[in-house]
């Protein structure tokens, strides 16, 4: 991975945290919600694939890793969708 490419993924990162924030007062939106849990999967596999250097890893272990990622993002989700009156 070179420099260059890291650094893109860097501020692909830094961006779409800033865009986080400027949405942060939007609270109790049913689709800010699902906005900011496709961000943070976007995010978690960015994470994953680049500075882990997962992309060319065994399978395995990339399974297990975006798996974790989307378990723990689907458990967040439903839990959203049940709590909300």
Known sequence: MT???LT???LTLL???LAMWFLRDYRGS???AFVV???VAIKGQLVIDRFMEL???PI???ITLSGW????LGVIGVMRVTTVP
Do not use: F, P
């Open 37 to 39: 849990l496709i961000v």
């Open 55 to 57: 992309r060319h890893a």
């Open 30 to 32: 049913d689709w800010l």
């Open 15 to 17: 961006g779409l945290t």
């Open 60 to 62: 395995l272990w990339r």
């Open 3 to 5: 420099i260059r490419a």
């Open 8 to 10: 893109a993924t860097w």
């Open 69 to 72: 990622l989307l378990t723990v």
